[in-house]
């Protein structure tokens, strides 16, 4: 039987994780999202052996969210997000092109099941395209580069490159995948999280732990291994914080080195490289 159908997998744990409406006040007793089937019972189990990691997840997506708005407010036009999982209530498109509706939107992803919702439910207003998160040669050919391809978006123009929830962990060498795409395109942004043990590592560890035992990958790394990750992005804002901290003209509070808090073990950066630095 397909894997993808007779077992848990990051798209469909991601989508019990986060909330279908992300507007909603967050509950951390609410399992949602409406496309994880049976894979419910291990984002419950997440939510017993590693209390906060489903808080932690929550506050990347709003920073996912948050860090778009701040670059649609700023002028850019281009967006690729990079394993974007399934359709939400508030997706990058919707928010982008409150603020800028000339925005263009690709998403990626390499989930079968994903792909399906993706192109039912995301075409009409943008593009949806499969592509595995973790070869950057994939992702250029399906944005377009070199320019007269078939992609969506103008790889002379800057794009940001929006890492959806939970990606980065997936990777065995996610810094080569983010250099690559900076090599190769002019300029542009990046968007990212990860989760990281430099606070309540235990959640971090104890999260990782449930991922192994469902044949799934989650690789909690250090604030130096995710800094070292981005060395050929200039940080904007307040560099590499816990997600809930980030602010486009704010330092972090004092709070966000100490992790004393459980759910704040995701931390969040925006970068940008070439003529947008």
Known sequence: MNAELSGPTHARVLDALLPFDLDRPYDPDQ????????????????????????????A???FLLRAV??????????FAVIGCGFPRKRNVHTVAREINPAA???????????????????????????????????????????????GLL???????LVFGSLVLEQLDAPGQVIAELVAALASGYVVVTHICTDTVTDVAWRAAAVYTEHNLTLR??????????????????????????????????????????????????????????
Not at 33 to 54: I, Q, T, V
Not at 105 to 134: I, K, N, T
Request: aromatic share 6%.
């Open 69 to 78: 708005a701040e670059l649609a407010r700023a002028g850019v036009s281009q």
């Open 220 to 277: 909690p790394r250090t604030t130096r291994d995710v800094t070292t990750m981005l060395a050929g992005v200039k940080l904007l804002g307040p560099g590499l914080t816990v997600a809930q901290d980030w602010t486009p003209a704010h330092a972090p509070s004092s709070s966000a080195g100490t992790g004393e808090a459980s759910g704040r073990c995701c931390w969040a950066a925006l970068g940008a490289w070439g003529a947008t630095r």
């Open 104 to 150: 263009h939107v690709l998403y990626l992803d390499h989930d079968a099941v994903v792909s399906v919702y993706g192109r039912a439910l995301l075409q009409a207003e943008s593009r949806f395209a499969r592509a595995d998160p973790g070869d950057p040669a994939a992702i250029l050919a399906a944005i377009g580069h070199p320019l007269g391809t078939t």
């Open 31 to 58: 399992l949602s999202g409406k496309d994880n089937f049976g894979d419910r019972d291990m984002a419950a189990l997440l939510a017993r052996r590693a209390p906060g990691f489903r808080a932690s997840v929550h």
């Open 60 to 62: 990347g997506q709003m």
């Open 154 to 160: 103008d790889p002379g123009e800057p794009i940001a």
